[in-house]
């Protein structure tokens, strides 16, 4: 079945340390993103990429570092910078941008990440 | 700048009853409205949208949603809930091309 894979789905960090989320998807999108979810406060969107090697600073960029040099491949690394990192991740791809009826995100199961 | 308003944090209905999950948009220009739903631990699941056309949609899991223009709002409804639908819903608005924005989401308890 198509989807998009995320992990590990559990990650418990040392303060100081960069931490690698991994996202991949098997449904031939285009446009992938990465979302912190926060209790009560929604999703934010901190990296999206339209097309393979190019990636875009999403709302909460500072911190974060993405890559995308494959088309079904978007890690996330949370970087030492990041002031406060621990929060629940989710990865979503659409078929890409612009395009009328098709700007539904799948989502993965999310990786929770917490801070020791 | 777009934005998502989903005024209540949590909304209790008894099963059997109508519910209703609220949600108000600001844009410029015409919106793209969607409703996901998603269960503890887990992603974000779509349920429905709103693009062009009829003001009333239909979605999966019996749930309905209605856009208002005027009152710019795109509430989400269901004749008969369920206890099984207990979950934290979230509106998003999708300006064309742009990136999607959303509400702060709403937590919806069904009491059997």
């Known amino acids: 079945d198509g989807g998009i894979t995320q992990s590990p789905k559990y990650l418990f960090r040392k303060e100081g340390q960069n931490v690698t989320l991994s996202c991949e998807q098997n449904l031939n999108h285009d446009a992938m993103y990465w979302y912190r979810q926060d209790p009560g406060q929604g999703l934010r969107l901190i990296y999206y990429?339209?097309?393979?090697?190019?990636?875009q600073k999403g709302d909460i960029a500072e911190g974060y570092s993405v890559s995308r040099e494959k088309k079904e491949s978007f890690p996330l690394t949370v970087t030492s910078a990041q002031k406060n990192p621990t929060a629940f991740y989710l990865c979503?791809?659409?078929?890409?941008?612009?395009?009328?009826?098709?700007?539904?995100?799948?989502f993965g199961a999310g990786s929770r990440l917490t801070v020791l | 700048a777009q934005s998502v308003a989903q005024p209540e944090d949590q909304v209790n209905v008894a099963e059997g009853n109508p519910l209703t999950v609220k949600c108000t948009y600001s844009?410029?220009?015409?919106?793209?409205l969607f409703w996901y739903v998603q269960y503890p631990n887990r992603g974000l699941q779509f349920l429905l949208k709103y693009i062009t056309g009829d003001n009333l949609v239909k979605g999966s899991y019996g749930f309905e949603a209605e856009f208002n223009k005027s009152q710019t709002s795109f509430h989400l409804k269901k004749p008969s809930a369920l206890v099984s639908d207990s979950a934290l819903y979230f509106c998003?608005?999708?300006?064309?091309?742009?990136?999607?924005?959303f509400g702060d989401g709403t937590t919806l308890t069904v009491k059997p």
């Open positions: 998003a608005v999708l300006v064309r091309g742009g990136k999607s924005t």
């Open positions: 844009v410029s220009g015409n919106p793209y």
């Open positions: 979503a791809s659409t078929p890409g941008q612009g395009v009328t009826g098709a700007n539904v995100l799948t």
């Open positions: 990429s339209q097309i393979v090697n190019d990636f």
